[in-house]
């Protein structure tokens, strides 16, 4: 990279982006010392202005920002980098410096088009008909489809298992809007629940 360090007196500063649900975690400022730490260590090191100081995201609270990618604008005065980032990104515990909605893929987006389903019905479409159906028509057809998508894992072609547990997966959020809740409640339980001790069955 060809970069113009000159622009901010040394400094560029650096989008942090997630780069599984491409949400934007934070902004940060590197000079040349943080950018060459940040791409040999692979973890994301700024220069801080308040500390005067090289910062590594994470280094007392180990929630370290680790490098998928690292690109530049097309001014060559700003850093895009695609991180895998451990724990919360913000120092107030929020996964993101910013109050992003958490939509950021496909599969955030396909809960927004169901619960626009629920807000703006559309007369015979499914999400309608299973909806007037209610709650033990929709629970039904997930245990349906995940039955589809064992049998699917076990005996199928590689297409079948995608396809089922699309469904599968499709129908899940389905119950979820039926019962009130979000993927992000789910999502936050999951990070409450890892580490902890597996329960015996």
């Known amino acids: ?41 692979g973890k994301v090191t700024f220069f801080s202005r308040s500390k005067n100081r090289l910062w590594t995201k994470g280094e007392s609270s180990g929630h370290f920002l680790q490098v998928v990618s690292i690109a530049e604008d097309c001014d060559q005065d700003t850093l895009l980098i695609k991180v895998k980032p451990i724990g919360p990104t913000c120092h107030t515990g929020n996964r993101s410096c910013f109050n992003t909605p958490y939509n950021q893929n496909f599969v955030f987006e396909l809960e927004n088009i169901i619960n626009d389903r629920y807000e703006h019905p ?75 001790p597996r329960r015996e069955d």
Request: proline letters at 1%; charged letters at 25%.
């Open 1 to 41: 990279m060809t970069l113009d360090f000159n622009k901010g007196d040394g400094l560029l500063p650096a989008i942090i982006q997630d780069a599984q649900t491409l949400e934007v975690l934070m902004l940060g400022y590197m000079n040349e010392e943080a950018l060459t730490k940040t791409a040999q260590e």
């Open 122 to 196: 559309v007369e015979g479409s499914y999400i309608n008909k299973m909806h007037h159906k209610g709650v033990h028509k929709i629970a039904q057809k997930v245990g349906e489809e995940a039955v589809e998508t064992v049998i699917a894992a076990l005996y199928e072609s590689e297409n079948e298992f995608i396809n089922e547990s699309s469904d599968l997966l499709f129908h899940f959020l389905f119950l979820l809007k039926e019962k009130g809740y979000t993927l992000e409640q789910i999502a936050k339980n999951l990070e409450i629940r890892h580490g902890q």
